[in-house]
């Protein structure tokens, strides 16, 4: 008891997979500018970062810390 895959099954069977394709690329897009919206707006809100001194600062080698081996 073979069953055949017939023009009517292939039909539908190319339909559904073209719709599920646009549905995931709609929700892709939907979801991308939604996580853009969130970033641009958390950036936004960030308070601005004073400036720092070059000159005050010290050398980076003055703190490291020696290591015995």
């Known amino acids: 008891m073979g069953t055949t895959l017939t023009p009517e099954f292939w039909r539908q069977f190319a339909v559904l997979l073209v719709i599920a394709a646009a549905v995931v690329v709609a929700a892709e897009a939907a979801l991308d500018a939604l996580v853009l ?3 641009n707006r958390r950036t936004s809100q960030r308070p601005p970062v004073p400036p720092v001194e ?3 600062r ?3 080698t003055a ?3 020696p290591v015995h081996r």
């Open 58 to 60: 010290e050398p980076q």
């Open 63 to 65: 703190r490291r810390t």
């Open 54 to 56: 070059s000159a005050a």
């Open 37 to 39: 919206r969130m970033r």
